[in-house]
């Protein structure tokens, strides 16, 4: 099992939007994937609740099969249309693949 966990810090505004609002439309977007990519295992999205100036905005928890259906999730169309819209609302982000 190989555990797929992004976390972001989002700008203040973009796109023309606080950054609660591209917050709650980041997950609508990725709520979406799970039902078109049959690769995903787990999708779990969540936000940050503790005020640190550490702390990222929020978090992804997937889970694949292996790599090889990491890589399907990551060409998928759907996915790529997603991380579009999140490269334009977020300031940083951090990744780590790591086999479970």
């Known amino acids: 099992m190989l555990k797929h966990i992004v976390m972001w810090r989002l700008k203040p505004e973009a796109l023309g939007h606080s950054k609660e609002k591209n917050l709650a439309e980041m997950r609508v977007r990725l709520s979406m994937l799970p039902d078109l990519i049959p690769e995903i295992r ?59």
């Open 42 to 100: 787990e999708f779990v999205f969540g936000t940050n609740v503790v005020d640190d100036p550490f702390a990222m905005d929020c978090v992804l928890v997937s889970s694949f099969d292996d790599e090889a259906a990491l890589a399907v999730y990551q060409a998928h169309p759907e996915h790529i249309k997603v991380k579009a819209f999140i490269g334009e609302v977020c300031e940083q982000r951090t990744v780590v693949d790591a086999v479970v």
